[in-house]
């Protein structure tokens, strides 16, 4: 006969055998309400295009609605800091990118989160080529003019960009480092409202991801001097790459992703990144992603710990370039 002693212990193994295999009631039934999206830009502007894109798909694929709500400021750390600390509960996410999940880090000594310690890795989304674009009446005509007319009036042109640490920020500050100037910044609260101001050539120039761009570009309201990546996008055949243009040295291509806070569990983390490949491979979702110039993701870069390798690699690659910067 089993001691009382005994039969405890083994209902305790038991249970705890359970509870390493039971997935929580409530991730089993994931989602069950509105899943509310942070975009840290303005809408409008390549993160919040990319993200209504995809999580309109992602919804259908997860039977709930997703809504995007827009949290602006400090060049998307704002929102990013409210999002590491929402509830792991796979009701709040954030797309991040490689502003608020790489460049802040080495430019917001006091950053209130870690992109790597503070959030669950969810999926890659887009890779988002980066553009040196002007007001369209700027007087440089190529790259090359560009390069000697920005140095000669370096104390007199400006930047727009989205806020210190964002894409824009940060490529730009590695063009400006490669020119050796440094232009008065124009910050915005996304390069949504950026690209108004360079439409309306309230700014002179700015490096922005490509998804902001195209329409613009096609419809002949801004200059775009070059592509800042080895090959011309498929979108915009006819802009040359900077090393065609003459300024091989500055390549940047930015990517947004999706991120969890951290705890969040990996069950739900499974059902969000399927839903977010599912999108990747619909028609629809990719025309509309390839027109715009994002790069879409191949298979292996969708997994969680592929995005989680990415946000290492793209820490490591900016902290040096934007170190001295800040
Ligand atoms: N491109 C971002 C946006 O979605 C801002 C940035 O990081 O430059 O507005």
């Not at 303005?42 to 995809?54: H, L, N, Y």
């Not at 915009?236 to 500055?250: I, Q």
């Not at 990747?280 to 995005?307: F, M, Q, Y």
């Amino acid at each position: 006969m089993m001691s009382v002693r005994s039969l405890a212990g083994a209902c305790l193994s038991a249970f705890a055998a359970l509870g390493a295999f039971a997935v929580p009631a409530s991730a089993q039934n994931y989602p069950t309400r509105t899943i509310t999206m942070i975009v840290p830009f303005a809408a409008g502007g390549p993160t919040d295009v990319i993200s209504r894109i995809v999580t309109a798909h992602m919804a259908q694929t997860l039977g709930q609605s997703i809504v995007i709500e827009n949290v602006v400021g400090a060049g998307g750390t704002t929102a990013t800091t409210r999002a590491a600390r929402a509830a792991n509960d796979g009701y709040t996410l954030v797309t991040g990118h490689m502003g608020t999940h790489a460049a802040s880090v080495p430019l917001y000594p006091k950053l209130a989160y870690h992109p790597e310690k503070d959030f669950e890795p969810v999926a890659l989304l887009a890779g988002t080529p980066i553009l040196i674009l002007a007001r369209k009446d700027f007087p440089p005509k190529d790259l090359k003019e560009f390069v000697a007319y920005v140095r000669a009036n370096a104390d007199k042109v400006n930047a727009a960009h989205a806020g210190i640490g964002s894409v824009s920020h940060a490529s730009c500050e590695l063009l400006n480092s490669i020119l050796d100037v440094k232009p008065v910044g124009v910050p915005f609260n996304g390069t949504g409202p950026a690209m108004n101001a360079l439409v309306a050539g309230q700014v002179d120039y700015m490096c922005d991801q490509i998804v902001n761009a195209v329409p613009q570009i096609n419809a002949g309201t801004i200059k775009a001097y070059a592509v800042a990546t080895a090959e011309r996008n498929p979108s915009l055949p006819n802009v040359p790459t900077t090393a065609e243009a003459g300024l091989p040295a500055f390549q940047a291509q930015a990517w947004n992703a999706i991120f969890a806070p951290k705890g969040t569990s990996p069950a739900i983390i499974a059902t969000l990144n399927a839903a977010a490949i599912k999108a990747l491979d619909d028609e629809n979702v990719r025309k509309r992603l390839l027109e715009l110039g994002s790069v879409i993701p191949a298979p292996t870069h969708r997994t969680p710990e592929a995005l989680a390798t990415l946000v290492k690699s793209e820490i490591a690659k900016w902290t040096p370039v934007l170190k001295p910067a800040s």
